[in-house]
């Protein structure tokens, strides 16, 4: 508890970002993850527990420049129709026979694309990839965190469509940022996941069943509380923002009772399920074998990487844009 209490300092430091957990959120959940692997992983793991942080925001980073990254990170089932969740295909070659590809990338392909992973990671285990394991673990972690936040499942994501422009930044990275150092984050060990496709798909369904209360809760608060108390300005870096209040914050906090807390228990929980699940497929490869860190081939891939996306126009990005 003393370890996760210090970290939850260290990463309250970190700068904002304002897309899915945000990057405070997607650090902590990788991190934390570590700590639900067995003893045969967490060896590896947290040797490149820096890694698996540092790189818990890459996939956001690739949003605005790989134009067929934005739909990795949600699924709009309520355009699908009532019982989407039970009617769309679980593999992505049937959905897209039945969907056309187009509107799958539109309408966002979360729980095919942490699926698909899931076979890479695989690979990778049994390839004995040191790099490819950090890489996939690193992004695949974003992606499982992604499909346990409520507004990646709609199309009304950011509450465009119901007057309530905002509260896509408010529930994944305001309330988190303020008040997930009083959250209980030990969840015990990671659990085999014997349908890993069917895991995915049930996370997206919880999300997707919290986001009438999501929603419902920060309309009756914003009738309650006038737009001065609902509001404030806080100094981030050099610049002074309008932000949802930490007054408003906290009591919608409150109204969702828990709701931020278990979704971030459960992602943690998830991703470290994946990797160990990935691991166990593989064969369960000694881990104390391989490379304890990243090559130099994949630091300098990751520069590279990074001075890309710095030089690199901004495209717009398909859905879920704000």
Not at 26 to 31: A, G, P, S, V
Not at 138 to 157: F, I, K, Q, R, S
Not at 169 to 176: F, N, Q, V
Not at 223 to 230: G, W
């Amino acid at each position: 508890m003393l370890r996760i209490l210090l970290l939850l300092g260290f990463l309250l430091l970190l700068p904002l970002q304002p897309r899915a957990w945000g990057f405070f959120g997607h650090r902590l959940i990788n991190r934390l993850a570590v700590y639900t692997l067995p003893p045969e992983m967490i060896g590896f793991y947290k040797a490149n527990i820096d890694y698996l942080t540092d790189n818990a925001t890459r996939p956001d980073s690739r949003r605005s420049v790989v134009p067929t990254e934005a739909p990795r990170h949600f699924l709009d089932v309520d355009v699908y129709g009532d019982s989407a969740l039970t009617r769309l295909p679980r593999s992505y070659a049937d959905a897209v026979a039945l969907l056309g590809e187009d509107s799958l990338l539109r309408h966002g392909i979360v729980p095919w694309q942490v699926a698909r992973m899931k076979g890479q990671l695989t690979a990778a285990f049994q390839a004995h990839d040191t790099d490819r394991i950090l890489h996939l673990s690193a992004d695949m972690g974003h992606y499982v965190a992604d499909a346990c936040v409520p507004l990646h499942t709609t199309h009304n994501y950011n509450g465009q469509l119901t007057g309530q422009r905002g509260i896509h930044g408010l529930w994944e990275s305001r309330l988190p940022e303020l008040l997930s150092s009083g959250y209980d984050f030990f969840t015990g060990p990671a659990p085999y996941l014997d349908k890993p496709t069917d895991a995915i798909w049930g996370a997206v369904a919880r999300s997707n069943a919290a986001v009438d209360s999501v929603l419902r809760f920060e309309r009756e608060l914003s009738q309650k509380m006038p737009e001065d108390r609902k509001y404030g300005f806080e100094q981030r870096g050099n610049l002074t923002v309008r932000t949802y209040s930490r007054d408003f914050a906290r009591e919608y906090h409150q109204r969702l009772s828990g709701q931020v807390e278990r979704q971030m228990r459960l992602a943690l929980r998830l991703v470290g399920a994946f990797w160990y699940t990935a691991w166990v497929d593989a064969g369960q490869p000694d881990l104390d074998k391989l490379p304890r860190t990243p090559s130099e081939k994949e630091q300098q891939r990751l520069a590279l990487e990074a001075k890309q996306l710095d030089q690199a126009p901004v495209k717009a990005i398909v859905g879920h844009e704000d």
